[in-house]
């Protein structure tokens, strides 16, 4: 048996619940995993506990299968961090191609975009989910508690403290749609120019430049920090690279192509209008969903 399609046609009750939500249930599945991979295998394995369930005895679906996904994420979570401990350079999150509404929405964009990601890593398993669950779907403690086994006494304190961890980390302000389209623009022009100043004009001081190659691709092993150090770094990206804008993360990104193919996705952080964040995405195997949906958008 595989996943429901939308398409699918007379769909059953567990079917038409399934696909109501699968949205919803993505967003939490690659929340807590950093993974679109691995989101969609976990939806795989929600689907297939899913279909077995009595519906008579459910009395919300959406609750029922958040939990349930959210239990499905939780033990694969644990596995992917036994794997990151092995992992060669840097790890950043799979990128993902957003739709334009998803930036419009900014505790949404905010909650995907690698820089939360990245913060979200720094916590349990527990805590990420219970975060993930409260702060960013606002969903009830009780609900939360048999998601992830605890009761919801223990559920608010581990909000709490999951709360205070990600205040004390997250980026420091709210950047508009806007502004980040603007600093990804004069990114683009300055990487295509060659313009080393103009580069360093518009990165922090301390800006950091993260690359995951995942130990496939050439890529820097530790980060790069310092706007000399980074502006150099940026200053010898091939000159024949296509950079094309897009909505990665609930942000505005660049996808660098050589010959046609999808070689590099660069997120952007921007404070206080400096970059202050590059996150390079090198990993051939992170790179594969976007690839696919590049090249069916460019066969429609």
């Known amino acids: 048996m595989v996943e429901p399609s939308v398409g699918d046609g007379g769909m059953g009750p567990a079917t038409e619940a399934f696909v109501a939500h699968r949205n919803l249930l993505f967003t939490v599945a690659y929340e807590l995993l ?7 295998d976990v939806l795989q394995e929600t689907w297939l506990r899913w279909v077995g369930v009595d519906l008579d005895a459910v009395r919300d679906p959406r609750a029922y299968l958040v939990r349930m996904t959210t239990r499905q994420a939780l033990g694969r979570l644990r596995t992917l961090r036994r794997r990151k401990e092995s992992y060669v350079g840097p790890w950043l999150p799979e990128p993902l191609l957003t739709a334009p509404d998803v930036a419009e929405d900014v505790e949404l964009a905010d909650s995907v975009s690698m820089a939360m990601l990245l913060v979200m890593e720094t916590l349990t398993p527990t805590e990420r989910a219970v975060f993930v669950l409260r702060d960013v779907f606002d969903l009830e403690y009780d609900e939360i508690a048999e998601a992830v ?80 150090a980074v502006a150099r770094v940026l200053g010898r990206i091939d000159t024949a690279a296509f950079l094309q804008p897009a909505q990665v993360n609930g942000h505005p990104a660049l996808i660098f192509r050589l010959d046609g193919a999808v070689d590099t996705v660069i997120a952007l952080r921007v404070d206080d209008g400096l970059i202050t964040a590059l996150y390079a995405v090198r990993n051939p195997e992170k790179l594969s969903r976007i690839r696919i949906e590049r090249e069916t958008a460019v066969s429609r």
């Open 34 to 40: 950093g993974s679109a991979a691995d989101a969609e």
């Open 149 to 228: 086994d605890k009761s919801p006494a223990a559920v608010r304190q581990i909000a709490h403290r999951a709360r205070t961890h990600v205040a004390a980390r997250r980026p420091r302000g709210v950047v508009s749609p806007a502004e980040s389209r603007g600093a990804l623009a004069a990114f683009r022009r300055a990487i295509e120019t060659g313009d080393l100043q103009r580069l360093l004009d518009m990165i922090a001081p301390d800006v950091v430049l993260l690359t995951d190659g995942g130990g496939v691709v050439q890529a820097a092993l530790a980060p790069v920090v310092g706007a000399a």
